[in-house]
């Protein structure tokens, strides 16, 4: 079990970052509206580079580790003693889940750009909803192989997913308030001296 949990943390550490990394790419704003085409940008530019970068890791490293691993490069070939089973299943299945990767990367592109990079309100929605979209695609798929029973505990834990979320959100320091602009010396003695009580004149005489 240790190797499945090391991986799962390391995607955990990297999709954590990923969210924070994207906001850096969001249009710049004025007057609080982001500064769109030409002069500025969509979501879709920073898009296209994560899609260079899946491209660039995916097929290198994965070309790289099946010649290190042995693997055969034939997608078509098919599996010995398993009727109506070939190797495409990896290309069919593989396929599917980098579209899912690749939309989920484009809504959480999106999300960051639209929220001015506030990766402390979308990745805690994005973490804590994708671990409910996970327990209930697994019931549907493993409720198609036969009856299934459900522990009640599961919707409590989805329940208590979604108070975690919002106790996250709300309770991740959000930065230090801006500092008040320093006031020049000379204007500090004038407003002093505007101030402060006028002294009555007074009444001795020399």
Not at 42 to 57: H, N, Q
Not at 197 to 204: A, G, L, R
């Amino acid at each position: 079990m240790l190797i499945p949990i090391l991986f799962a943390l390391g995607t955990a550490l990297f999709w954590g970052c990923y969210g924070p990394t994207i906001g850096n790419a969001q249009a710049p704003r004025i007057d609080g509206k982001p500064l769109l085409p030409p002069d500025g940008w969509t979501p879709f530019k920073p898009y296209v580079f994560i899609g260079i970068a899946y491209l660039v890791i995916a097929i290198a490293g994965g070309l790289a580790m099946m010649k290190f691993k042995g693997d055969s490069f034939n997608y078509f070939a098919p599996v010995p003693g398993v009727d109506g089973l070939s190797h495409f299943a990896t290309a069919k299945w593989g396929f599917l889940a980098g579209t899912l990767g690749a939309f989920g990367a484009l809504c959480l592109t999106t999300a960051m750009m639209t929220s001015r990079g506030n990766a402390l309100l979308v990745m805690p929605i994005v973490f804590g909803g994708a671990v409910s979209v996970t327990a209930i695609v697994s019931i549907i798929k493993l409720r198609g192989h036969g009856p299934l029973e459900i522990n009640p505990l599961l919707w409590v834990g989805m329940g208590l997913t979604v108070v975690g979320v919002v106790l996250v959100a709300m309770n991740t320091p959000h930065g230090h308030a801006p500092k008040k602009a320093a006031v020049p010396a000379t204007e500090s003695i004038a407003t002093a001296d505007a101030a402060a009580p006028e002294k009555p004149e007074s009444t001795e005489t020399l």
